[in-house]
């Protein structure tokens, strides 16, 4: 970050000339002789893959007593998320 707030990106020291040249046997090899790197996806892996979709949110405008938002907030960031679990555990035990 600038003195003034502004953001300037640090230079790359990627060689990218090296890196456009390179086959895609001689990626393919570096990382697997890479220990941090993640494994490639195969063509494979793609025809089992299955999407996720996380379950909708409905928005909402409720009225709740204030002790209990106070409560819920005073346990830090995430309590909105937190109040919907305990709301979706009462759920799941009472069933209709």
């Known amino acids: 970050m600038q003195a003034d707030g ?7 020291k990627t060689d990218w000339g090296r890196l456009e040249a390179m086959t895609d046997e001689e ?13 490639l996806l195969t063509k494979e892996w793609f025809e089992r893959a299955e999407l996720y979709n996380q ?3 409905a928005m909402v405008s409720l009225r709740l007593d204030k002790r209990v938002v106070e409560w819920f907030k005073y346990q830090g960031k995430g309590y909105q998320s ?3 679990n ?7 035990t009472h069933p209709r």
């Open 6 to 12: 502004s953001y300037k990106p640090a230079q790359s």
């Open 27 to 39: 990626i393919a090899n570096n990382i697997s002789s890479d220990s941090d790197a993640t494994p």
């Open 86 to 92: 305990v709301l979706k555990a009462y759920v799941d």
């Open 55 to 57: 379950p909708q949110k």
């Open 82 to 84: 937190r109040m919907n």
